[in-house]
């Protein structure tokens, strides 16, 4: 499986992102997708995960309301809105996939090269 992320850019505080991650080699049938974050000098940390089915939805307490995730299988796709963007969201994005895992650890079997998000004040 290999995952490619996009959307990121350079936007000022109160901005929107939306991050995109397109999963290719084979369809992701119940696997598990997540976004992870990480700051220059900083240890890698979860944003966000979502089941197959999308019952399943997990967010950071920093990104509560303001981030949303979602997918669409039809194109093994995984999405990350991100509106009211903070200086503090600055960091390179990663999306992640696995097939029996979805937690807010670094469990993930895949791993997408990284998108940055940069937000200025």
């Known amino acids: 499986v290999q995952l490619q992320a996009s959307g990121g850019g350079s936007v000022q505080a109160g901005g929107s992102l939306r991050l995109s991650c397109v999963a290719f080699?084979?369809?992701?049938?119940?696997?598990?997708m997540g976004w992870f974050r990480q700051a220059p000098g900083q240890e890698r940390e979860f944003v966000a995960a979502i089941s197959w089915s999308g019952s399943s939805i997990y967010y950071a307490d920093s990104v509560k309301g303001r981030f949303t995730i979602s997918r669409d299988n039809a194109k093994n796709t995984v999405y990350l809105q991100m509106n009211s963007l903070k200086p503090e969201d600055t960091a390179v994005y990663y999306c992640a996939t696995d097939p029996s895992y979805i937690g807010v650890g670094l469990h993930y079997a895949y791993w997408g090269q990284g998108t940055l998000v940069t937000v200025s004040s």
């Open positions: 080699g084979r369809t992701l049938r119940s696997y598990a």
